[in-house]
């Protein structure tokens, strides 16, 4: 983590809040420019992902949570792959370097990185005058040849997804004072889950090694369910039929919708769920759901991968297709 720019103090600002956090012995205790990550005969799966102030997080949102959510989307990632977290390396661009604001950050990250077995390799420090940046590249492991891919869906599979979808976007939408803000004034607790939901990613890390043993496809959902199924359709060369009123929400979301204060389309392409979407043989598909049982984390069938090269089709509760202006958030 070297700088060309007053490296005494970049060492001394990583010497007191992240050399504690390098704890595998490949990390040599950050004081080399390189780090070694032993493979141990597995695949290396390697991910990257940045989040950057007033894109992903809200510059009001408290450090220890932008940590969480930095290193959090990444084991996202892993997870959908079937990869086991091995360690991460961390780009830091910052404005300024308070300890009122670097310590809870590197606490939090601390405490997320033993809690997943996921220990800091190595990394950058640079200043910025823009918007604050932080970004991760994580590593896991898995058997070799057994990394799952987005290219493996068949027609006839089912289609299964983890958890809650829209959760994420109610919560931005509720800090930001929009529709689930004003819907919500009198309930406090469905706005703190909500937030949380947005603030503090829950990557499904726990499920990978059922991922892996029985999805023919997967990834994970962080631009929106509705988008990232097309993409990983495209990639399959295949479609699909997904059943709107099938996709599971969460009491909050659920009687938002039912109050009509917020429409389908914005769970289904808002993004920032972090769940795992994935494609298993029909045979397969309850062994998947029990396991997720079994962690106590709900895994939904929620369509159909079909022959074809069409757009997926997205189906109500009648039957009739949905016709979605929006799939997905986009950058650009």
Same mark, same amino acid.
């Given at each position: 983590?070297?700088?060309?720019?007053?490296?005494?103090?970049?060492?001394?600002? $990583?010497?007191?809040?992240?050399?504690?956090?390098?704890?595998?012995?490949?990390?040599?205790?950050?004081?080399?420019?390189?780090?070694?990550?032993?493979?141990?005969?597995?695949?290396?799966?390697?991910?990257?992902?940045?989040?950057?102030?007033?894109?992903?997080?809200?510059?009001?949102?408290?450090?220890?949570?932008?940590?969480?959510?930095?290193?959090?989307?990444?084991?996202?990632?892993?997870?959908?792959?079937?990869?086991?977290?091995?360690?991460?390396?961390?780009?830091?661009?910052?404005?300024?370097?308070?300890?009122?604001?670097?310590?809870?950050?590197?606490?939090?990250?601390?405490?997320?990185?033993?809690?997943? @077995?996921?220990?800091?390799?190595?990394?950058?420090?640079?200043?910025?005058?823009?918007?604050?940046?932080?970004? $991760?590249?994580?590593?896991?492991?898995?058997?070799?040849?057994?990394?799952?891919?987005?290219?493996?869906?068949?027609?006839?599979?089912?289609?299964?997804?983890?958890?809650? $979808?829209?959760?994420?976007?109610?919560?931005?939408?509720?800090?930001?004072?929009?529709?689930?803000?004003?819907?919500?004034?009198?309930?406090?607790?469905?706005?703190?889950?909500?937030?949380?939901?947005?603030?503090?990613?829950?990557?499904?890390?726990?499920?990978?090694?059922?991922?892996?043993?029985?999805?023919?496809?997967?990834?994970?959902?962080?631009?929106?369910?509705?988008?990232?199924?097309?993409?990983?359709?495209?990639?399959?060369?295949?479609?699909?039929?997904?059943?709107?009123?099938?996709?599971?929400?969460?009491?909050?979301?659920?009687?938002?919708?039912?109050?009509?204060? $917020?429409?389908?389309?914005?769970?289904?392409?808002?993004?920032?769920?972090?769940?795992?979407?994935?494609?298993?043989?029909?045979?397969?598909?309850?062994?998947?759901?029990?396991?997720?049982?079994?962690?106590?984390?709900?895994?939904?069938?929620?369509?159909?991968?079909?022959? @074809?090269?069409?757009?997926?089709?997205?189906?109500?509760?009648?039957?009739?297709?949905?016709?979605?202006?929006?799939?997905?958030?986009?950058?650009?």
């Amino acid at each position: 983590m070297t700088t060309p720019h007053n490296p005494s103090a970049e060492d001394s600002l $990583i010497a007191r809040y992240f050399k504690p956090l390098a704890t595998d012995p490949g990390a040599f205790g950050l004081v080399d420019d390189a780090a070694i990550l032993s493979s141990s005969g597995d695949d290396i799966v390697v991910t990257t992902d940045a989040v950057v102030e007033g894109v992903h997080y809200l510059a009001t949102d408290p450090p220890d949570t932008i940590a969480r959510k930095a290193l959090r989307v990444n084991l996202s990632d892993l997870a959908a792959k079937g990869a086991a977290p091995a360690g991460f390396v961390l780009t830091l661009a910052l404005r300024s370097k308070e300890d009122a604001w670097l310590r809870p950050f590197a606490d939090a990250l601390g405490e997320d990185a033993r809690s997943f @077995g996921c220990p800091l390799l190595g990394g950058d420090t640079v200043s910025t005058p823009g918007p604050q940046m932080i970004s $991760i590249t994580a590593f896991g492991r898995v058997p070799k040849g057994r990394m799952v891919g987005r290219t493996g869906a068949k027609p006839g599979d089912r289609i299964l997804v983890t958890g809650t $979808i829209g959760d994420a976007a109610l919560g931005l939408d509720v800090l930001t004072g929009g529709a689930a803000a004003t819907a919500l004034t009198s309930d406090p607790a469905a706005r703190e889950a909500l937030i949380s939901r947005y603030r503090i990613p829950q990557p499904r890390n726990v499920l990978a090694q059922a991922v892996r043993d029985h999805a023919t496809a997967a990834m994970d959902v962080s631009d929106g369910l509705a988008g990232d199924l097309t993409k990983l359709c495209a990639a399959s060369g295949v479609s699909a039929t997904l059943n709107v009123a099938s996709v599971p929400l969460s009491p909050a979301a659920a009687g938002l919708v039912a109050r009509n204060a $917020i429409c389908v389309e914005t769970l289904l392409a808002g993004g920032d769920d972090y769940e795992v979407l994935c494609t298993v043989p029909q045979a397969q598909s309850d062994a998947l759901m029990e396991a997720g049982r079994a962690v106590g984390l709900a895994v939904t069938a929620i369509g159909t991968i079909v022959a @074809g090269y069409e757009r997926p089709r997205f189906l109500d509760g009648q039957g009739q297709e949905l016709a979605l202006k929006r799939l997905s958030y986009s950058h650009f």
